[in-house]
């Protein structure tokens, strides 16, 4: 088959071409807005392409079977609406432009990494989003599987590790909400299995995952981190109300860290119910303590 990844380069695209690369079964095309950099040596095919632009997709799309959809705007969940970097425009708009571009050039099967708390109907602008690139991809008539992850971690994550950081640097670990905040934290290699599953198993079409490991709070997210680091530090809670205030300023930086709606996004409380995926996939997601092991020294 010939897969194309599109955001293969990214935190999870790149986790599932690493993974369709191991078989060695397929031929593998990856999107990325800076083709000269190939962290594959030649393995891949890159491909210049750009969210919601129909030419380029469409070069990267020929003769396809499957593509696997994994873009994120830079700096997420930090919206940029003056360089188009929002959920509106590069998931929602961006997606739908990629699946009709899709169904276009002949390609049978599209794998879309949605989120969790997708297909619910909620108003929050990431939920309305990834909304309207199900119903698009939906609408195409692809044959689908959309999979809506829960908080996914790894070497090369900017999230998790932000925790395992302050964990290792900071005498309080600030914690944003009370810490009751409901996560189902997977390992990006399970995310990675299930999408390639998704790809090659014939019966996975007009399906919908949700992804996760154990449900946790992130209070105790954070004293996983901590035991597996083996330092104990106390938890520093900031109200939210509070954090949206002190992030203001932070807006006039180019690349802020955090902004209001990024702390409503990161507060969300989504609860999902991994077992359906478990069993389609065959296999539980790993611990958390065991998946943050495997690569923190
Ligand atoms: N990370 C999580 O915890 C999580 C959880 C649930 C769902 N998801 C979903 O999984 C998908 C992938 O997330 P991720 O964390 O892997 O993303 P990511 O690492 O932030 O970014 C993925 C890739 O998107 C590409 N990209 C950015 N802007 C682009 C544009 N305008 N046009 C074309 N490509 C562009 C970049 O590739 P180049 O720089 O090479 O162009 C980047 O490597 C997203 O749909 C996200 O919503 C993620």
Not at 171 to 178: A, C, E, H, L, R
Not at 236 to 248: A, C, E, I, R, W
Request: charged share 25%.
């Amino acid at each position: 088959m010939r897969i194309v990844v599109t955001g293969g380069t990214g935190f999870i695209g790149r986790e599932v071409v690493d993974r369709l690369l191991e078989s060695g079964s397929d031929e593998v095309v990856v999107t990325t807005r800076n083709p000269e950099q190939d962290p594959w040596g030649g393995r891949v095919r890159l491909v210049q392409a750009f969210a919601g632009d129909h030419v380029s997709l469409g070069k990267a799309f020929m003769a396809a079977d499957v593509v696997v959809h994994a873009i994120q705007f830079p700096n997420h969940p930090v919206e940029d609406p003056s360089r188009g970097r929002t959920y509106l425009e590069v998931d929602g708009k961006g997606t739908t432009v990629a699946a009709q571009t899709a169904k276009k050039l002949g390609v049978r099967r599209f794998v879309y990494l949605s989120g969790a708390g997708a297909g619910q109907g909620r108003p929050q602008p990431w939920f309305r989003a990834k909304d309207m690139a199900e119903a698009a991809i939906a609408n195409a008539g692809l044959e689908h599987v959309f999979l809506r992850p829960s908080w996914i971690y790894g070497p090369r994550d900017r999230s998790m590790n932000r925790f395992v950081f302050f964990c290792r640097r900071l005498p309080v670990v600030p914690v944003i909400g009370d810490g009751r905040t409901p996560v189902y934290p997977i390992s990006v290699k399970d995310v990675a299995r299930c999408v390639v599953e998704s790809a090659r198993r014939a019966d996975a079409t007009a399906r919908a995952f949700e992804l996760g490991g154990k449900r946790m709070t992130m209070d105790e997210v954070v004293r996983t981190i901590q035991a597996v680091l083996g330092r104990r530090r106390p938890l520093l809670h900031h109200p939210v109300g509070l954090m949206k205030l002190l992030v203001l300023p932070m807006q006039l930086l180019p690349q802020p860290m955090l902004s209001a709606s990024a702390i409503d996004f990161i507060t969300q409380e989504v609860e999902i119910d991994p077992r359906p995926a478990a069993e389609y996939f065959g296999f539980p997601s790993r611990p958390l303590a065991d998946g943050l092991r495997e690569y923190l020294p």
